[in-house]
Structures are given as structure tokens and as C-alpha cells.
């Protein structure tokens, strides 16, 4: 029975589970035309099934866990079949919606592989596909990467060169070692928004200190004062404003998401007002929170609320290994701030303020070091994580064209992060097919229609779109107009 030690990190992920957020990521695909159950399980057992990872079971010890192959593997326990929820009035899109928030709050069977697929054969014309994979097998990345695999002309996973000669636990050793301690990857710096003389060569000093010369002398001093300021400002930060988005849950979940927007268009307007892409979709989702709250009768005048974000630690070439690579920065949303203009250029300084921080290294560290931990401890750790915030939000890039899958075009794809601790609230931001969507996942207790915050989101890039229009254009005397 071949088996593999779990990952510290992955172990870390795999033990947050609690009653009100289980560690599961859950995806959903439209397909036009429908498709058949039949195609589904053959292409999953074609595709899918060449990552051992998702025919292995996971088996708890005192010192963790360990990845095993499942004897008693069944294909069809994993690829069902499932009917939407009828209710009087209920619309084939709230139906769906109602069968993914059941989906995220049922935790998977833990004496088989920690994933499954739902087909819904007849929706809208075509067919919807349900996905539900724990976050101990991967994160976010790595799953577009084998979501990817699967499509039509997908590509399957490479070899694995593993040193058999070598332990796991000495294996990850030395991953840890390769990320933390030597010269980050160009696209690990970029991710951080640093440059390659800052962290990259700050990691390289902390690794071979003797071959650090006087002026290096210095700049290891400035790596060593930059990581202790933000292992100061993770401890340190402020408890987050106490909206009613931030509380215990009930553990009911309700997932919901809106129609694309041109890319194009979102390009254009960060590119009229000197601003990044982020810059322009986390200013609208920051206005259509501020937004939902003042119908509900609140003031959030003043109030800014906190997300965690994932930061990618590894080449994008590696996705295919699976496992969670990634840190957390905390990104600040001004809530409070209801003028457009002055509420993307608010976001716009505070994410120039994260460039060069180590602190996604730190969160990951930390991640790593309490998957070591008895859980009560790293339940206690983790929850500092969950006192300061208030979501979770992801941002993740997709292929530009549409995809085929079993020979129908996935015409729409939508996924929703997990929360740890208490937190209840997932923000989903996804490019695919030239259009940007924008998801939501709630517990019922603190925001039982996210359908409302969702429907807020256009109104808000269209103001900024508004603004865009009214600037003078390139080449135009005075242009650009507006300036950070």
C-alpha cells in the first residue's frame, strides 16, 4: 500500500475543520450542451485520477497524518449524480446556488478520498458541475492547474522524481529550506510585490550569512529589522470594526455570485486612473460591502474592515504537485469611504504599503509550525488570525478563452475559499473568458442574502466607469487627469 507523509502546512489545513467552517474549496462549472453522468466518471477516471493524491485516503496519527492508497476506492461514491432543491419560487440559478451552500457546509467522508464531484445533468439549457476537494490536498492554484488538466486537450500531470533514498519529513525540509531561506523565484517576488533586490536577496543573506560582505552586512540588517516589523505588525494588529459580517456563525452556508464583466473594461478604467486591475475590483468590493451595510441601516462611515489574502509561494510550473503554497497578507477594505474615487485610490496606497513585506512568509511559517501543534493549541494560534478579520478573499487568474469539457464549452465557473476560525465571510474574484466575477460565500447568521452584496458590485465598477470616461483621452491636453 503505497503511502506518503502529509505536509506540515497540509496537516495544518486538514485539522481546521470545526462546526461552522469546514476546509473545503467548492467550484461550480456551466456547461452548455448538458453533458452525461457517463462522460463525467470516464473522464475523471482518465484525467483526474492520474494525481494519486485523489485516489488516497488520509490517516490520522499522533504526529499528524499520512496520505494512503484507498483499497476500497470507488469511482462512483465520488462522481454522482444530484437534483436541485425545488421550493416554491425559487429560480434554476437560486436552486443551484441553495445545492453549492449545502455542498460547502457538508464535510466530505473522511474514510475515503477528500473530494467529490456533483453533476447536476439538466440546467439551463446545458448541465452544472458541482466540485467539492478539501483544502489539505491544495490550494487554490494547484486546483485551477489539475481543474485545467481535465478540460478537453488538457495536459496531464508530469512524472514525480521523488530521491526514495530520502525521508518525507527530510523532503519537506528541504522545500522549506528552498522557499524561506534561499533567493525567491521571480514569480514568488512579484507575487510578493517586491523586487529582486529586496526579499530575494534578503532570503539569500539569511541562508549563507558567511558569504555576506560588509555592504551585504547592511542590507541583512535591513532584511532582519524588515521581517521583525512585520512579525510586530502581524502580532499586533487591531481587532477588526464590528460589523455585522463578523461573528460567531451557525454554520449554514449561502453561496452566491453575479455576471461577468468585461476585462477589458476593468483594464481600462485602472489604466485611466493610473491604478492596477486589483486596485479597481477591490475597490468595488469594498463599495459594495459599505453598500449592503448602509441598506441594512448601518454606518460605516469611518470603518474599514480586514481580509486575508493568499499570496502564491511557488512557480506556477510546480501547481501540478498539489499541496498548499501559499502565505496570507492582511489587505485593509475602507468600507467607510462611499466616493469611488477617493475609495480605489485609498486601496491603491494601502497595496503599495504591503510591497516588500515578508509577512504572506511569516503567515506560511506559521501555517508549517502549528500543523506540529496538538490541535487545541493550533486552534488557539489560528484564531488570532480569525479576531482581526473579517473575510477571506481570493483573487484568482483564469485561462483568457473559454474551455471545452467533455466536448460542451464552460460557459461560466465560479469557486468559493474556505474560512478558518470564525470567520464567515469567503470573497471570490475570478477572470475567465475575457469577463471578472465576483463570488460570495456567508454563514446564513451574519449575511443571509449575499445575493444583495453581489448585485452592488457592478453599480459600483460602473461609477468608476463613469469617471473613466469623463477623463480626457490619451493625448488629449491635460491627460491623464487623475493621479493617485
Known amino acids: ?35 452525461t453522468l457517463d462522460a463525467l466518471r470516464e473522464r475523471i477516471a482518465d484525467k483526474l485520477l492520474k494525481y494519486e493524491r485523489f485516489r488516497q485516503k488520509v490517516v490520522l496519527d ?19 449524480a444530484a437534483a436541485l432543491p425545488r421550493k416554491k419560487g425559487m429560480t434554476e440559478r437560486q436552486a443551484l446556488q441553495a445545492l453549492c451552500g449545502e455542498a460547502a457546509a457538508t464535510p466530505l467522508d473522511a474514510a475515503h478520498p ?7 445533468p439538466h440546467y439551463e439549457g446545458g448541465s452544472a458541475l458541482v466540485a467539492r476537494i478539501h483544502h489539505c490536498i491544495g490550494d487554490g492554484i494547484a486546483l485551477i492547474s489539475v ?7 488538457g495536459s496531464d500531470p508530469p512524472e514525480r522524481r521523488r530521491n526514495l533514498a530520502r525521508a518525507d519529513e527530510d523532503d519537506e525540509g528541504d522545500w522549506l529550506s528552498e522557499t524561506v531561506l534561499k533567493p525567491l523565484t521571480e514569480l514568488t517576488v512579484k507575487a510578493i510585490g517586491a523586487t529582486g533586490s529586496g526579499v530575494g536577496k534578503g532570503l539569500e543573506a539569511l541562508a549563507h550569512p558567511q558569504q555576506v560582505g560588509l555592504a551585504g552586512g547592511f542590507d541583512l540588517a535591513r532584511t532582519g529589522l524588515q521581517v521583525v516589523q512585520d512579525v510586530a505588525a502581524l502580532a499586533l494588529l487591531a481587532d477588526d470594526s464590528q460589523t455585522r459580517l463578523k461573528g460567531r456563525g451557525s454554520g449554514r452556508k449561502i453561496v452566491a455570485w453575479g455576471e461577468p464583466v468585461p476585462l477589458d473594461a476593468v483594464k481600462a478604467v485602472g489604466k485611466a ?9 477591490l475597490s468595488c468590493v469594498a463599495g459594495a460591502i459599505g453598500g449592503w451595510l448602509r441598506a441594512q441601516g448601518d454606518d460605516p462611515t469611518g470603518q474599514e474592515i480586514r481580509a486575508m489574502v493568499p499570496v502564491n509561494l511557488r512557480p506556477l510550473d510546480d501547481a501540478w504537485k498539489l499541496g498548499n503554497r501559499f502565505g496570507l497578507a492582511p489587505l485593509v477594505l475602507p468600507i467607510g469611504i462611499e466616493n469611488p474615487v477617493e475609495r480605489v485610490y485609498d486601496v491603491h496606497r494601502r ?6 513585506s515578508y509577512q504572506p512568509l511569516l503567515a506560511f511559517m506559521v501555517l508549517a509550525v502549528s500543523g506540529l501543534l496538538i490541535k487545541p493549541v493550533q486552534d488557539a494560534v489560528l484564531g488570532l488570525f480569525s479576531k482581526k478579520t473579517t473575510a477571506v478573499m481570493t483573487n484568482v487568474p483564469g485561462p483568457g478563452t473559454p474551455l471545452k469539457f467533455c466536448g460542451a464549452t464552460l460557459r461560466q465557473t465560479m469557486f468559493w475559499v474556505p474560512a478558518s476560525g470564525d470567520i464567515g465571510v469567503g470573497v471570490s ?7 471578472v466575477q465576483f463570488g460570495l460565500i456567508t454563514d446564513e447568521r451574519l449575511c443571509a442574502k449575499p445575493q444583495q452584496v453581489i448585485d452592488r458590485f457592478e453599480p459600483e465598477f460602473e461609477k468608476l466607469l463613469l469617471v473613466a470616461m469623463m477623463l480626457p483621452w490619451a493625448g488629449e491636453e491635460g491627460a491623464p487627469a487623475v493621479k493617485p
Open 114 to 120: 477528500l473530494w467529490q464531484f456533483q453533476l447536476v
Open 351 to 356: 497595496m503599495a504599503e504591503m510591497k516588500g
Open 429 to 435: 474574484v475570478l477572470s475567465y473568458g475575457g469577463g
Open 62 to 80: 499522533a504526529m499528524g497524518a499520512t496520505w494512503v492508497d484507498d483499497d476500497d476506492f470507488d469511482l462512483e461514491r465520488h462522481v454522482v
Open 1 to 35: 500500500m503505497a503511502s506518503e507523509r502529509m505536509s506540515r502546512v497540509d496537516t495544518a489545513w486538514l485539522r481546521m475543520d470545526n462546526d461552522v467552517n469546514v476546509m473545503m474549496i467548492v467550484g461550480v462549472w456551466l456547461l452548455t450542451p448538458a453533458i
Open 273 to 281: 486612473l493610473n491604478c492596477t486591475v486589483n486596485d479597481v475590483l
Open 147 to 153: 481543474m485545467m488538466s481535465i478540460t478537453d486537450g
